[in-house]
């Protein structure tokens, strides 16, 4: 059984940092990519960063140069590091693996980790 827990958020004042983790255990076939998402009340989930198997990454445009992604080299452990956090990245951040299973895309996520920035 696959599980993304997610670690590191809280409460930081604006111009903070914070540095989010997830663990991944259980085996996950043809790993694809991994990344962070997030959910602020009344909005849509939206992607914040991600990282693939070929070492690629993709920023939101809100984040870029604040933000860093990275993984270990296990593939089973995926980071955050947000710099100079903003109010408008208070969220839930969630944890994603994406893998191909039988050809079609699979989503794994993690139950998400509060991030607030206020003063």
């Known amino acids: 059984q696959v599980q993304l827990v997610e670690s590191g958020g809280g409460l930081v004042q604006p111009g903070g940092s914070l540095y989010l983790s997830c663990g991944v255990s259980g085996f996950i076939d043809n790993l694809v990519a991994m990344g962070w998402y997030r959910q602020a009340p009344g909005k849509q989930r939206e992607l914040v960063a991600t990282?693939?198997?070929?070492?690629?990454?993709n920023y939101a445009d809100s984040v870029k140069g604040r933000f860093t992604i990275s993984r270990n080299n296990a593939w089973n452990a995926v980071y955050l590091q947000m710099n100079s956090l903003k109010p408008e990245d208070t969220a839930v951040y969630y944890c994603?693996?994406?893998?191909?299973?039988?050809?079609?895309?699979?989503?794994?996520w993690g139950q998400g980790t509060q991030v607030t920035v206020s003063s």
């Open positions: 990282i693939t198997r070929g070492h690629s990454t």
């Open positions: 994603n693996v994406r893998a191909v299973v039988t050809t079609a895309p699979y989503d794994y």
